[in-house]
């Protein structure tokens, strides 16, 4: 496990303070002592309103204006003044996991999506206008899983939601998309299909949603389409008896190792990397805390479990074991 890296989560302003500038230092300490190029994975993840859909992984800004300056001040143009200090080093920056997929498929059904959606979208502007214009900096936009916008309705309307989220953060670019982070879905798997086991979706595995999504966001003009898939726990199909099964799953398994360019004939899969780090909780088991999901109470959750974000021994553990390939 040492071998690897992990992204690291500024999910918090204090973990951003706490976080950024130590990594991008010592990153580029290593650069220079080894004289080999160092890249740091960031995961930006603090959205006024954020997980909107979920309890588990709330953040602490609210979707309100003041915490929207809040987040553009105290936290995006802090990142944006180190990103430009440790000029000299390449940066990874996964955006806003779960925001934009819910955009796509919540904000009907869900009253604290619709309330964050204004926030969600000026937020998204905002950072591509900043971090899309740095030369070393390369974003990657999250897109959600498989068994989340793999259904063609759902595809067509991300294609809409990301062009548009896109172009509003011009003269910025992105570089591309992450999938599966923080998921379970498998890379492969071909024991499923189009049909009822998998409610019509024609993208059952990481593997086809993703060739789905560069023929669809190509379609829609976007001109970088490039991907980052999390492989970190997906090394083996887990115990969930339904693929929206997404807290503390048991049967986890490590999947492939992070590894640049790692499929031959996808050209535009830019890498496998372990975004979520193994071991972290998806959420807290306990059905009496503020911010228990009750994903978290069901069959195949891990039990008993911390809080989103706390060290989960047990599912480390589990998901060592079933490594594939095998540790």
Not at 74 to 103: C, F, R, W
Not at 293 to 310: F, I, L, N, S, V
């Amino acid at each position: 496990m040492k071998e690897y890296s992990n992204a690291i989560w500024l999910d918090s302003l204090k973990n951003m303070n706490d976080w950024l500038e130590k990594n991008l230092k010592g990153a580029l300490a290593q650069q220079t002592s080894s004289g080999k190029t160092v890249l740091t994975v960031f995961v930006v993840y603090d959205l006024p309103g954020r997980d909107c859909h979920a309890l588990a992984s709330n953040g602490e800004l609210l979707a309100n204006e003041s915490d929207m300056e809040r987040y553009k001040s105290e936290y995006i143009d802090i990142i944006e003044g180190h990103l430009k200090t440790y000029n000299s080093q390449p940066v990874v920056l996964i955006i806003e996991p779960d925001s934009l997929a819910n955009m796509v498929t919540n904000i009907e059904s869900t009253p604290a999506c619709a309330d964050s959606q204004k926030y969600y979208f000026d937020g998204h502007a905002y950072i591509i206008q900043k971090f899309g214009v740095l030369k070393h900096v390369a974003m990657y936009l999250d897109i959600g899983h498989a068994f989340w916008l793999g259904w063609d309705d759902n595809r067509e309307k991300a294609s809409k939601v990301y062009s548009e989220v896109i172009a509003s953060g011009a003269p910025g670019e992105v570089r591309g998309f992450a999938d599966n982070v923080a998921n379970y879905t498998p890379w492969e798997d071909p024991s499923l299909s189009r049909g009822p086991e998998t409610e019509w979706n024609p993208c059952p595995d990481e593997k086809r949603y993703l060739e789905a999504m560069y023929q669809d966001f190509t379609a829609a003009g976007i001109k970088s389409v490039y991907f980052v898939s999390d492989t970190s726990r997906n090394g083996k199909k887990t115990d969930r008896k339904h693929p929206g099964e997404w807290c503390n799953q048991t049967g986890v398994g490590i999947g492939a190792r992070p590894q640049a360019s790692p499929i031959s004939g996808m050209e535009y899969l830019d890498a496998f990397y372990w975004v979520k780090p193994l071991g972290e909780s998806d959420g807290t088991s306990d059905e009496s805390a503020e911010r228990y999901d009750g994903y978290c109470g069901h069959e195949t959750a891990m039990k008993p479990a911390p809080e989103a974000g706390q060290w989960f021994q047990a599912h480390f553990e589990e998901g060592i074991k079933n490594a594939n390939p095998p540790l």
